[in-house]
C-alpha cells in the first residue's frame, strides 16, 4: 500500500529555516509527479512546489519562489522541502502528495494531479514575527 509520511515541521522565528521530509514507500511506478501543499485551518490548500522524479523538473508558487527549495532523492525515496527566509506567513499545515506519472507536463499544478493521488498527514509549521 503506498504511504507518505512527512516530518521536519516546528516552530521557528521569522528569518529561519526548515527542512521538511516525506518518505514515500510502497509506490510501484517508476517516475512520480511529488509536490508539496500547505493549507490554514479555514483556508483553501495551495500548492508550494513540485516536482517530476523522472528529470527533476521543478515548479514554485510564487509565494515561495527564492526561498524554498524541492528536491527528491531517488536511493532514498525521500522528497525534501528547504524552507529559509521563513515568513510569519508561511504558518500552515504542509502535506507531502504524489501520483505516478510518465511526463514532466503531467506535473502542472493546473492539471490537480495531485487530486488523484497519495497524500501524507501533515507536519506543522509555526513562524513567529
Known amino acids: 500500500q503506498a504511504q507518505l509520511v512527512e516530518s521536519g515541521g516546528g516552530s521557528v522565528q521569522a528569518g529561519g529555516s526548515l527542512r521538511l521530509s516525506c518518505v514515500a514507500s510502497g509506490f510501484t511506478y517508476r517516475r512520480y509527479c511529488m509536490g508539496w501543499f500547505r493549507q490554514n485551518a479555514g483556508k483553501e490548500r495551495e500548492w508550494v512546489a513540485v516536482?517530476?522524479?523522472?528529470?527533476?523538473?521543478?515548479l514554485y508558487a510564487d509565494s515561495v519562489k527564492g526561498r524554498f527549495s524541492i528536491s527528491h532523492d531517488k536511493a532514498e525515496n525521500t522528497l525534501y522541502l528547504q524552507m529559509n527566509s521563513l515568513k510569519p506567513e508561511d504558518t500552515a499545515m504542509y502535506y507531502c502528495?504524489?501520483?505516478?506519472?510518465?511526463?514532466?507536463?503531467?506535473?502542472?499544478?493546473?492539471?490537480?494531479?495531485?487530486?488523484?493521488?497519495?497524500w501524507g498527514q501533515g507536519t506543522q509549521v509555526t513562524v513567529s514575527s
Open positions: 502528495a504524489a501520483r505516478g506519472s510518465g511526463s514532466a507536463a503531467d506535473c502542472s499544478p493546473g492539471n490537480r494531479w495531485y487530486d488523484r493521488g497519495t
Open positions: 516536482i517530476y522524479t523522472g528529470g527533476a523538473s521543478t
